[in-house]
């Protein structure tokens, strides 16, 4: 995921990345303090992986989280949208700036801003994914969204 976005944004993830060990580097995005999060490029996208900030934010833990269809992380009347958006990353790499409402595993609402959404690349140039970073997000309300099934 690290070396995609460089890739793709021309800069690290966050300052000094680029100096740790492979090892080093997966402790330090997994304890970030922004949400980090992927999903598979399968035709129903299944998330691949969350850092604890992100199962902090929508209430998963590792197991329940890469087992999520990513759809489920959004409101079903927002599923077209997050389709089109997703859309525009594959054809152009990533997407800056974007902002959207998602949902807990409880069912509360959270807005994420200053979202990025890129490809993420094998070594060998074969897209296996897309992923997000975010570091900012707000509680909407204490009230449940609705059914997040289809």
């Known amino acids: 995921m690290a070396e995609s976005y460089f890739r793709l944004l021309g800069h ?15 402790r330090f995005l997994y304890d970030a303090p922004f949400a980090l999060l992927s999903h598979t490029n ?5 998330f691949s992986y969350a850092n604890r900030k992100t ?3 929508f209430g998963y833990s590792w197991e329940q ?7 489920l992380s959004t409101e079903p009347a927002s599923r077209a949208e997050r389709q089109r958006l997703l859309e525009q990353v594959t054809s152009r790499g990533y997407v800056a700036g974007y902002q ?5 595993s409880d069912g509360t609402r959270f ?4 979202v990025v959404i ?6 060998t140039g074969g897209c296996v994914g897309q992923a997000a970073m975010f570091d900012r997000w707000t509680r909407l309300e204490s009230q449940p969204a609705q059914s997040r099934e289809p």
């Open 12 to 26: 690290p993830l966050s300052a000094h990345i680029e100096r740790l060990s492979p090892e080093a580097l997966a």
């Open 118 to 123: 890129w490809n993420v690349a094998q070594a």
């Open 100 to 104: 959207g409402i998602r949902i807990a």
């Open 65 to 71: 989280f890469t087992r999520l269809p990513s759809r």
């Open 111 to 114: 807005r994420i801003e200053n």
């Open 42 to 46: 399968a035709p129903d996208p299944v």
């Open 55 to 57: 199962q902090e934010l």
